[in-house]
């Protein structure tokens, strides 16, 4: 049965446009299993119409008096028509059933409880956008029926011997329209007002009759008058397609699409934003790991003094009664949001270090399975020679003024000036820098080449600067990896972002901070991979790209990333390690 096919097919499908290049690594996207092939807008509107679509033929069939019944009223041929259509069309299909309005209408003002006025459907956007396609199901009988009623309504006209009747308003037509006439104008005229995001450009219009036949072999469903509207279609410009699609090719060519993977892999130069500096010196990236979850709990047990510090804080800003409820609060959650955070990030380091996981992806890159050495499973330093960390300057200050206050613990200050040695309270040579980071991690020295972290010589880059092409490293080596539309996308929308701020803090969304957009910025000019902890903040910019109508700018062909190989990720995300060495109830002083 072709709607239990399209159910299978809608679940099996591969989105024809590549998502936007973020390697996930967090423990959330791991435990949903996310591969972020995110569904086609509208497609789950259209599973659920096929679903109740399904549900009243079955209990039609079901029925014992079927025999007897009336023919059933179905939408199926349009559902049909309307998958078909999505598995034909030039890709990518950006959504489904998606309606838009006319801008003068919608733009007056409306009198309460007015009602909005009707949008103009188009069942598939295709093509990046470029291509509106509308389905109709209209048959002959149908069409030669309206064609008899506009004639009734001349005929009334033209025999009327009231001599008023000219006064009157009349129904009859003073030229040839019907209601497919009628729907091509309102299309032509809502792909005017609506041009390709980010261009001027109108998109084509495709109507697709299905059932429609300007040639029928039975002489009574014939009507010249069905051939001309077709013709008057096309003059406005409209590509008129005529019948239906195979819809069994249509699913084989899907079956053949979803079978393709795209995997996602890092940059040979990684840049870095504040969150992922954080972790690097964190106690918990560094440390010996807890057995179980209960001794990760045990390790972050606020103690006495933070307690009693905090309930003195409380006394003096909410009053007794509250320092006395965080007593009893103490009792009964074993100490606070703070210590299962940090309990929680325990956990997660237990799961996938996060220099392992560095490590891990980096590896991939400089150790390809036909290399011959590659039955080694660990890296030798040299491997790594083409490996570079970066980060901007603000990124380095924060970091340094953060972990090097009270908050961060003896280890992780020792750590931060490592990392940047330069700024050291002591200066420190390369091989005391080196030594000073690795001292009493669990990692062996020099797991990674992070040392010394490379800083960009500005905040933000030079606005002449723009991706490459092709992923590239420092001094202009090419890797040969074609880097996504993304990274442009990207680039473009930090630097709108940026022209938006007024003080660190931004104007256009609360949860990016500049420095966070200048990370950002940096990378994707580059065409290097940002790695961050922040997923709030990947969400919030990528909220900020669809804001400023570009969502459609990333709209790579998954068929054409898939031919490329490896897709270089303009994102990588990791989950949270915070400063935690002073929270460590077995490392406090009795």
């Known amino acids: 049965m072709q709607l239990q096919d399209i159910l299978t097919g809608i679940k099996n499908l591969a989105p024809s446009v590549a998502p936007p290049p973020i390697l996930d690594s967090s423990c959330i996207a791991l435990e949903k299993g996310e591969d972020r092939n995110e569904s086609v807008p509208g497609l789950r509107s259209l599973r659920d119409a096929v679903r109740r679509d399904l549900d009243v033929l079955e209990r039609f069939l079901d029925d014992p008096r079927n025999a007897h019944l009336p023919p059933l009223s179905t939408n199926a041929p349009y559902l049909i028509a309307v998958w078909s259509e999505v598995l034909h069309a030039p890709p990518p299909v950006l959504s489904i059933w998606q309606t838009y309005y006319d801008r003068a209408q919608t733009g007056m003002s409306r009198k309460r409880g007015s009602q909005k006025p009707p949008g103009v459907k188009i069942d598939i956007l295709a093509d990046s956008g470029r291509r509106w396609i509308r389905i109709n199901t209209t048959k002959n009988s149908r069409m030669l029926a309206e064609l008899r009623e506009i004639d009734s309504y001349m005929t009334d006209s033209e025999d009327s011997e009231d001599p008023e009747a000219d006064t009157l308003p009349s129904l ?36 697709r009759l299905t059932r429609l036949d300007p040639s029928p072999s039975d002489e009574k469903e014939h009507d010249p008058r069905i051939a001309k509207t077709i013709q008057e279609l096309q003059i406005m410009g409209i590509d008129v397609q005529i019948g239906e699609r195979d819809f069994f090719a249509a699913a084989e060519q899907a079956a053949t699409r979803s079978s393709r993977a795209v995997s996602l892999e890092p940059t040979i130069h990684v840049n870095l934003d504040l969150s992922i500096l954080i972790a690097l010196v964190s106690d918990i990236t560094h440390s010996p790991l807890p057995q179980s979850a209960e001794e990760a709990a045990l390790r972050f047990v606020p103690p006495p003094e933070y307690r009693e510090w905090k309930k003195k804080h409380i006394e003096a800003t909410k009053g007794l009664d509250a320092a006395a409820w965080l007593d009893d609060a103490d009792v009964e959650d074993g100490g606070g949001k703070h210590s299962r955070a940090l309990a929680a990030q325990a956990v997660q380091e237990m799961r996938r270090g996060l220099l392992q996981e560095i490590h891990d992806r980096l590896t991939s890159l400089v150790r390809r399975p036909s290399d011959e050495d590659s039955t080694s499973s660990s890296c030798s330093q040299s491997d790594f020679s083409a490996v570079q960390f970066w980060t901007t300057p603000e990124a380095r200050d924060r970091c340094l003024q953060i972990v090097l206050s009270k908050i961060g613990g003896p280890s992780e200050k020792r750590r931060v000036e490592a990392l940047f040695p330069a700024h050291a309270s002591l200066p420190m040579t390369a091989e005391e820098a080196e030594e000073a980071y690795w001292r009493d991690s669990r990692y062996p020295r020099g797991f990674l080449p992070l040392l010394p972290i490379k800083v960009y010589p500005t905040s933000e880059p030079d606005m002449a600067l723009e991706p490459p092409s092709h992923a590239r490293g420092e001094g202009g080596a090419a890797e040969g990896a074609p880097l996504s539309p993304f990274f442009g996308q990207l680039a473009q929308t930090c630097r709108d972002v940026l022209a938006q701020q007024t003080i660190p803090l931004t104007r256009a969304n609360p949860k990016l901070t500049a420095h966070t957009v200048q990370s950002l910025l940096w990378g994707a000019v580059r065409g290097w991979t940002t790695l961050t902890a922040n997923k709030a903040s990947v969400k919030a910019i990528l909220r900020e790209v669809k804001a400023a109508r570009m969502s459609h700018g990333w709209a790579w062909n998954a068929a054409e990333a898939h031919e490329a190989g490896a897709q270089k990720a303009a994102l990588w995300v990791v989950d949270p390690r915070s400063l935690a060495e002073g929270m460590r109830s077995d490392l406090m002083s009795p």
Do not use: C, H, W, Y
């Open 172 to 207: 009859a037509q003073t030229q040839f329209d019907n209601s497919l006439l009628k729907m091509g104008r309102e299309l032509l005229a809502a792909a005017k007002q609506n041009p390709i995001p980010g261009t001027e450009e109108t998109p084509t219009v495709t109507l």
